[in-house]
């Protein structure tokens, strides 16, 4: 398994975004990256450990994958 860590990029100016971006981080801590992006952002984005970039939902997802930590119930 690769060391890489992950980057979520998040809308810093949206309350929906900071709040789950501050949710994700309580739970897994630093094993992602957390990045701010330009306000409007339309979507999350991350970059999987594999250096993929995913976009919306499928961002969501891959941070799910890359993270099997965060349990979905």
């Known amino acids: 398994m690769s060391t890489r860590k992950g980057v979520?990029?998040?809308d810093s100016?949206?309350?929906?975004?900071k709040a789950f971006r501050g949710a994700i981080q309580a739970y897994i801590g630093d094993a992602v990256?957390?990045?701010p992006i330009e306000t409007g952002a339309k979507s999350f984005r991350y970059i999987g450990i594999d250096g993929t970039v995913y976009q919306g939902k499928d961002a969501l997802r891959r941070l799910l994958v890359d993270q099997p930590i965060i349990r979905v119930s």
Do not use: A
């Open 8 to 10: 979520l990029f998040y």
């Open 13 to 17: 100016t949206c309350p929906s975004c």
């Open 33 to 35: 990256e957390y990045k």
